[in-house]
């Protein structure tokens, strides 16, 4: 759908802050973050989601511990704090705020019907945290706190967009305004859908209890090349065009980070590399791997060594945020009825 021109180009993402950071992550949101930064043409914003974290148990220290790793992986990555805005959502109360009305105008049918409920909370909804369950709704509030016109994210989170946009709906329509705009997912390129280098049908997670199928960004330069190593493939060698790799997901997803790594297409890798055989071809991936993640990594650690310097990075950047968010719900609150 086109833009809404009544809205400011804004984008907003977010990442959870619970585990480390994957290739996945890296390669389907961050680097998408700061080509979005850089085009200057939106507004940007992206966000530490250590609300959504907790609906699964967390350690308190590791939690701390995580969201100051993601602001580290943020910044190393490219983002800057003063293009961006870079905020943990619990320092910008207006999410929490925001999350209670659209639970109130979300519908329990539409909630028990998004596929991560039902993968999350598994054989066992009924021991499931009720945050868990409305996670979509505060993911609905991150987005429209901000009026967001566009939110890049990995194909995973296509159906919570699209629950977004009838929280939006439903609320102009049931309030007779035109206030929340239908934001556009943006999911383009080789990297939506990492998968695990252990079962390339199986998406690339941080949450996965083994550990080999996935590259964490922090991992050393050894790791990453072991990991690569014993990453799951086929006994053919590559094929010369993308139509050659129909049925074999494992060796599609190596070509696929490959790509993704060498911002060129799945074609032209092919093309460069027919007839190789994978064991020559997962060398050379993870030397490409390591020579682009590594920088990463590297500076992440640099950053992590003075928590207090990111802390005052999220400090300023909930300030930023709160002046757009507190006149947005206040404009709620006034358009529902609450007295003021
Ligand atoms: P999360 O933390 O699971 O993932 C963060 C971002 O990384 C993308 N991603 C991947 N992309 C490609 N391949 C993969 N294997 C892969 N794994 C993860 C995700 O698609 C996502 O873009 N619900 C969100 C967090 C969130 C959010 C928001 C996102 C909360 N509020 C508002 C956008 C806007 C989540 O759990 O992402």
Request: charged share 25%.
């Amino acid at each position: 759908m086109a833009e809404t021109p009544k809205f400011t180009p804004r984008v907003f993402s977010g990442i959870q802050p619970s585990g480390s950071l994957t290739l996945g992550n890296y390669l389907g949101a961050m680097t998408k973050f700061v080509d979005w930064q850089n085009r200057g043409t939106h507004e940007t914003i992206f966000c530490m989601v250590d609300l959504h974290a907790i609906t699964v148990p967390q350690a308190p220290d590791t939690l701390r511990h995580n969201t100051r790793e993601l602001c580290a992986g943020f910044l190393a990555s490219g983002i800057d704090p003063e293009k961006s805005i870079l905020i943990n959502q619990s320092r910008v109360p207006e999410h929490a705020q925001l999350g209670w009305i659209f639970n109130c105008v979300a519908r329990m049918g539409w909630m028990g019907r998004m596929t991560q409920w039902k993968d999350k909370s598994g054989k066992n909804a009924e021991a499931a945290s009720l945050g868990l369950f409305a996670y979509p709704a505060l993911m609905a509030a991150d987005i429209l706190l901000y009026k967001s016109t566009h939110v890049p994210v990995g194909e995973d989170q296509k159906q919570h967009i699209e629950l977004t946009r009838d929280i939006a709906a439903k609320f102009n329509h049931d309030y007779d305004v035109d206030f929340f705009p239908m934001t556009a997912p943006v999911i383009e390129g080789a990297a939506t859908r990492i998968m695990s280098l252990k079962d390339g049908t199986k998406k690339m997670s941080k949450s996965d209890p083994v550990e080999a199928s996935r590259i964490n960004l922090t991992d050393d330069a050894d790791a990453i090349a072991k990991k690569f190593k014993k990453a799951k493939t086929d006994p053919d060698p590559l094929p010369g065009t993308p139509e050659g790799l129909e049925g074999r997901p494992d060796a599609r997803n190596l070509v696929n980070i490959y790509a993704a790594l060498a911002e060129t297409s799945v074609a032209d890798v092919l093309a460069a590399n027919e007839g190789k055989m994978f064991g020559y071809f997962k060398q050379d991936l993870a030397d490409l791997a390591v020579s682009k993640l590594s920088p990463v990594s590297t500076e992440m650690a640099r950053l992590m060594k003075d928590p207090a310097e990111i802390d005052r990075v999220l400090a300023r950047g909930s300030e930023r945020a709160r002046e757009i968010s507190v006149p947005v719900l206040e404009q709620v609150y006034d358009i529902i009825g609450m007295v003021r």
